[in-house]
């Protein structure tokens, strides 16, 4: 079997200019020393597609598409990588060589679209179920008992998964490849007995869309009073559920002109919503909000509007949304906090009132600032020395978060204002860093983890009650352990973009800079299993055997996998830094992960959490926590 040699590959990416590649495709317009348009992979009226001339990539900052010249050609004409590569030797008048693949070798590939092309398949056969299934009057009477009308619905792609558990399975007829492909993409389980079967069974079925509106995932209802209520898929290569919100596509499609986004608890409350005109809002999967779906939503609107229940579990939940957006409250992003009323949700709420009632909620909604304060000080009496001392403490840490500028500036000052304190003295009240050694939390407070009521996100061990998945009578299956033969231990193998991390920072460096890996010995690297210290000695090993490699080249070596994928948001967020100062920075970043040992790495992992209040631990971090605390003692030999 052929392949296309590295090196013509390496040659080809040097003689192309990507400008020129996109530019017959999409139209550029020069702002500063890159070239921005809107995005060709998804709707979006402010541009927010880049492309990098001097290091021949492309990125998105709206829907994280990206990569060199080769991969546009495959994902913009849908291309398979050998006819991406003779489209764009024609336009150089090359003529593309083959080379024998050695034993064991196998030709590029995009390893991310056949499970995207089988979970369109499975989208579909969940539709045509509702529609047909004569199990589906059940699903189509909750629906419709749920106020939903059929055109919503089909808009929201909702689908029914039959009871059993072969449905989707049968689909594949035997095929071994698809039955692969849907057990990469999260649809297919399989037991400690080798027993494969459907992970969703007899509910009703939300399609998960990336910002592109492909498939990625599926969220899930339980039909009837079994459990969990919601089950949602767990992570796979295409589906990271910290970084994607339901109903993001479906807003940005409906609304000409999106100001404002609101983030809701649920997926029947988007749905709702969308269908009383108010398309505009979307829901976390299972997990709370994070600064990255944060810095996400801000791409796209300056205002974000969190609405959640207003009991005290409601307030939490809001609370540490907050804690998620402060590091992204740049000037002119604004958010607000909305509590409904007990026994109320969104939905019941624009049924009952409308939604102009509702908008006008969203408009008058409690600010950032306003929440912040009042929950600092719920438990204080300001009133007295003591409670502002306390309450400046506890305050200024939140606003030191927040990124320098005026809406910073304008934070101090009302702290200043409530407490009687100086800016100046309420800049020094930062918060200390953590110690170290860490030590067992006080278990008996109680700790929040603020997910829509009965959602269970199966990779991240989230339980489930052990009745739900029992076969039925006869069925000689037993069922899965550990929430679906997953571990119960929370995830931590994810190449998802980590704000601080230092080993995500040199290999964005890396990519954008491949000649600062001369200086760097990839054999000095810490032997640990981490797939981004994995990833990073191969990025080092990879330049170094090829010393004039470009950026260009560097992301073709990964195109099409999820370690690509990083490296390309790696490198479209690398900020600017002075050319002078980069090999310098980076061997700063490389001796410190040589000095960092797997003990003093978790011990750093452990201080996060521990800044934190324990009560605004999640239930994940709090077992993430109790793990780095075992570990911790067992490495430092104590008991």
């Known amino acids: 079997m052929a392949r296309i040699p590295q090196k013509f590959i390496d040659d080809l990416l040097d003689r192309v200019d990507i400008v020129e590649v996109i530019d017959r495709r999409v139209k550029l317009k020069k702002t500063g020393k890159n070239f921005s348009a809107c995005c060709p992979f998804h709707d979006e009226k402010t541009p927010s597609f880049s492309v990098n001339p001097g290091k021949q990539f492309y990125y998105c900052f709206g829907c994280g598409a990206g990569g060199n010249a080769l991969g546009f050609l495959m994902d913009y004409e849908r291309l398979e990588f050998p006819e991406a590569v003779e489209s764009l030797a024609q336009t150089v008048g090359l003529q593309v060589p083959k080379e024998e693949l050695r034993p064991g070798q196998t030709p590029p590939q995009d390893t991310n679209r056949p499970i995207l092309e089988q979970l369109e398949q499975a989208t579909r056969f969940y539709e045509h179920s509702l529609r047909k299934h004569p199990e589906a009057k059940r699903a189509v009477a909750y629906?419709?008992?749920?106020?939903?009308?059929?055109?919503?619905?089909?808009?929201?792609?909702?689908?029914?998964?039959?009871?059993?558990?072969?449905?989707?399975?049968?689909?594949?007829?035997?095929?071994?490849?698809?039955?692969?492909?849907?057990?990469d993409g999260g649809m297919l389980v399989t037991n400690d007995r080798g027993r494969t079967y459907d992970r969703f069974r007899d509910r009703i079925v939300f399609p998960i869309l990336d910002a592109r509106g492909r498939v990625i995932a599926f969220g899930g209802r339980v039909l009837g009073d079994d459990k969990p209520k919601y089950l949602n898929s767990p992570e796979t290569p295409v589906f990271h559920k910290s970084r994607e919100l339901y109903g993001l596509y479906q807003a940005r499609k409906s609304e000409r002109s999106l100001t404002r986004i609101v983030v809701v608890e649920g997926y029947m409350d988007v749905i709702a919503l969308a269908q009383y005109g108010i398309g505009y809002a979307v829901a976390t999967l299972g997990t709370a909000t994070s600064e990255a779906h944060m810095e996400r939503l801000f791409r796209h609107v300056p205002e974000v509007v969190f609405c959640f229940d207003g009991d005290e579990a409601g307030r939490k939940a809001a609370f540490r949304a907050l804690e998620s957006t402060l590091p992204v409250m740049q000037d002119g992003r604004q958010a607000r906090f909305l509590f409904v009323p007990d026994g109320e949700d969104p939905d019941s709420l624009v049924r009952a009132r409308g939604a102009e009632h509702l908008e006008h909620l969203f408009s008058s909604a409690t600010p950032l600032e306003e929440f912040l304060f009042d929950w600092v000080a719920k438990d204080?009496?300001?009133?007295?020395?003591?409670?502002?001392?306390?309450?400046?403490?506890?305050?200024?840490?939140?606003?030191?978060?927040i990124p320098e500028g005026v809406f910073k500036a304008l934070m101090y000052q009302s702290l200043a204002d409530?407490?009687?304190?100086?800016?100046?003295?309420?800049?020094?009240?930062?918060a200390p860093l953590p110690d170290p050694q860490v030590d067992q939390p006080n278990n008996a407070q109680s700790g929040f983890s603020r997910e829509a009521e009965g959602y269970h996100d199966v990779d991240q061990g989230y339980s489930s009650d052990d009745n739900d998945d029992a076969p039925p009578p006869g069925l000689d299956i037993e069922p899965y352990p550990d929430s679906e033969g997953v571990s119960s231990e929370p995830h931590h193998d994810s190449l998802t973009p980590t704000s601080g991390s230092k080993t995500q920072r040199l290999l964005g460096l890396l990519v954008l800079n491949p000649q600062l890996a001369s200086t760097l010995d990839a054999a000095l690297m810490p032997k640990e299993q981490r797939r981004d210290i994995a990833l990073l000695t191969d990025v080092i090993e990879s330049i170094n055997s090829q010393p004039d490699i470009s950026t260009a080249s560097l992301l073709g070596f990964w195109h099409g996998t999820p370690e690509g994928q990083l490296l390309t948001d790696l490198a479209g967020r690398e900020p600017i830094e002075d050319p002078n100062q980069l090999s310098e920075l980076a061997d700063a970043l490389f001796q410190q992960l040589l000095r960092e040992g797997p003990l003093t790495q978790l011990r750093q992992e452990a201080a996060l959490l521990k800044a934190k209040p324990y009560e605004a631990l999640s239930d994940s971090e709090k077992q993430e926590l109790m793990r780095l605390m075992r570990d911790i003692r067992s490495l430092s030999g104590r008991r």
Do not use: C
């Open 143 to 183: 629906l419709k008992g749920r106020g939903l009308s059929g055109e919503i619905a089909r808009a929201f792609r909702v689908g029914f998964a039959p009871p059993g558990w072969d449905n989707l399975l049968q689909t594949a007829d035997s095929d071994t490849q698809q039955i692969k492909r849907l057990t």
């Open 380 to 401: 204080l009496d300001i009133s007295t020395l003591d409670g502002r001392a306390r309450f400046s403490k506890q305050a200024a840490p939140y606003v030191h978060l």
């Open 418 to 430: 409530r407490t009687g304190i100086d800016i100046d003295s309420l800049k020094r009240l930062q």
